[in-house]
């Protein structure tokens, strides 16, 4: 059996976006598989994390299946906190399928996993003025339009979910 060649995309996906298509298709280019592991899975209804672990994992699979990428060689995992130092840096790589090196632009994150062993592969930017979480969250607060910040289905599915007034209502007070 030839050992597939792995990378862990980790980040809280909040909500899934075409910044994170775009450096999916691009490491699909490099490896044989990815590791997308979803970050803070433990929480949801807040504006920094809207969406819930659950919700997350649909968005990213019909992003994927929209855009033509092959399910198959993508792996969804999840982990409670997104806090990032070696003790965890060891944990998470024990929660996921073997990986080679880990894909990230964030120094921080790079050094840790460069401890325990990871190579790290920096990626190159997506629009990040426009394909950034924390911006489509503000749009989605201000009515602004957060819908060509995400894949067609994305969108579909925080309709369906009522995602907008969800993250309103976590933004306002009692
Ligand atoms: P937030 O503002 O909520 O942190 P984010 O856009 O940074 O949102 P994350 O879930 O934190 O999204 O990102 C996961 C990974 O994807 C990170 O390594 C991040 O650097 C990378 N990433 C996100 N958007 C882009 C983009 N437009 N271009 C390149 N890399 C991106
Ligand atoms: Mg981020």
């Not at 990986?99 to 921080?108: E, F, G, K, L, S």
């Amino acid at each position: 059996m030839k050992i597939p060649r792995r990378a862990l995309i980790f980040g809280r996906f909040q909500p899934f976006h075409l910044g994170h298509l775009g450096v999916i298709e691009w490491a699909l280019d490099r490896f044989d598989e990815l590791v997308l592991l979803i970050g803070m899975a433990d929480e949801s209804h807040t504006v920094r994390n809207p969406f819930t672990a659950g919700e997350r994992i649909w968005m990213i699979r019909e992003a994927l299946k929209e855009a033509g990428v092959g399910l198959d060689r993508v792996i969804t995992a999840t982990v409670p906190t997104m806090s990032v130092y070696v003790g965890h840096a060891l944990y998470i790589v024990n929660l996921v399928p073997h990986v080679h090196a880990i894909i990230t632009r964030n120094p921080v994150i790079a050094q840790v996993f460069r401890d325990v062993g990871l190579e790290v592969v920096l990626p190159p930017e997506f629009n990040r003025e426009k394909y950034r979480g924390t911006t489509i969250r503000h749009l989605m607060l201000t009515n602004g339009d957060w819908e060509t910040c995400v894949p067609e289905k994305v969108a579909e599915i925080i309709k369906y979910l009522n995602g907008v007034e969800r993250i309103k209502q976590a933004g306002s007070k009692d």
